[in-house]
């Protein structure tokens, strides 16, 4: 287990208490900028004036299987890129979120 410390980042002009300085994993490894601001998008044509911020969590892992608590979420699973890259091919993957997630992911 690893300890986040607490950093504002400003992102579009916002302030956002986040998580993301360097971290160590369980092997020693250190993982800098561990949460990256990617941006934002719009969750609906409808909704102009709301925003999602978007975070991208780099090089996670499984620590503890997962104990679903909350109604409709009763699986978590990671993906290698290469699994979403056929996902997105197959045309599995289409949530707009992750799509541009996605994509914020592969411009780093």
């Known amino acids: 287990?690893?300890?986040?410390?607490?950093?504002t980042s400003i992102c579009d002009h916002k302030l956002f208490d986040v998580f993301f300085d360097d971290v160590e994993t369980n092997n020693g490894e250190s993982i800098p900028d561990f949460l990256v601001v990617a941006g934002f998008t719009t969750p609906d044509s409808g909704m102009l004036s709301a925003k999602i911020a978007?975070?991208?969590a780099k090089d996670c892992s499984e620590l503890q299987k997962y104990k679903p608590t909350e109604m409709g979420h009763s699986?978590?699973?990671?993906?290698?890129?290469?699994?979403?890259?056929?996902l997105i091919k197959n045309r599995e993957l289409i949530d707009a979120t992750t799509l541009i997630n996605y994509y914020y992911y592969k411009l780093l």
């Open 1 to 7: 287990m690893f300890k986040l410390n607490k950093r």
């Open 54 to 56: 978007l975070f991208i």
């Open 75 to 86: 699986d978590f699973r990671f993906f290698d890129i290469s699994e979403v890259d056929a």
